[in-house]
């Protein structure tokens, strides 16, 4: 091969590659996107839900017992501590993936895991919500046949 080729060859090489490069940078800026644009949409949902939620329950604090409100105020004010841990190890963990250049699968894997989470905390609730209607059910028939 002539010196002349081998630097034609390296030239098309280089060029082939910018292209490549500039295909993935394309592609990762669109994935991310959609990974934000899909994450805002979760979260005005999981707005949604919350405010619903929250009027659910000062219905219920309305009815409820000054035991069961400072029973409800432990639950609240522990599960709080928690979610903030879990927001600093996030913070930590999303540091340490923006100093080694894995951001975007961090991100993804991160959403992917709070959304695991919050559909289980989302299960417990209706497991709650089921079982509060259930117990004012039979506590309301009881009352009734007396």
Do not use: C
């Not at 405010?51 to 604090?61: A, I, S, V």
């Not at 989302?122 to 309301?140: C, L, M, P, V, W």
């Amino acid at each position: 091969m002539k010196l002349s080729d081998m630097f034609s060859t390296l030239a098309e090489n280089a060029r082939t590659y910018e292209k490549r490069v500039a295909e993935w940078q394309d592609e990762m800026n669109s994935r991310n996107d959609e990974m934000m644009a899909s994450a805002r949409k979760w979260q005005e949902t999981a707005m949604q839900r919350q405010d619903e939620m929250n009027r659910q329950f000062r219905g219920y604090f309305e009815e409820a017992g000054e035991n069961v409100r400072n029973q409800w105020q432990t639950m609240q004010t522990a599960w709080e501590e928690q979610f903030q841990k879990m927001r600093e190890k996030g913070e930590e963990m999303r540091a340490a993936a923006m100093k080694s250049g894995h951001f975007p699968e961090w991100a993804e894997a991160y959403a992917a895991q709070m959304v695991g989470f919050a559909q289980k905390m989302q299960d417990e609730a209706a497991n709650a919500i089921a079982a509060a209607t259930e117990a004012k059910g039979s506590t309301s028939k009881g009352t009734k046949d007396v």
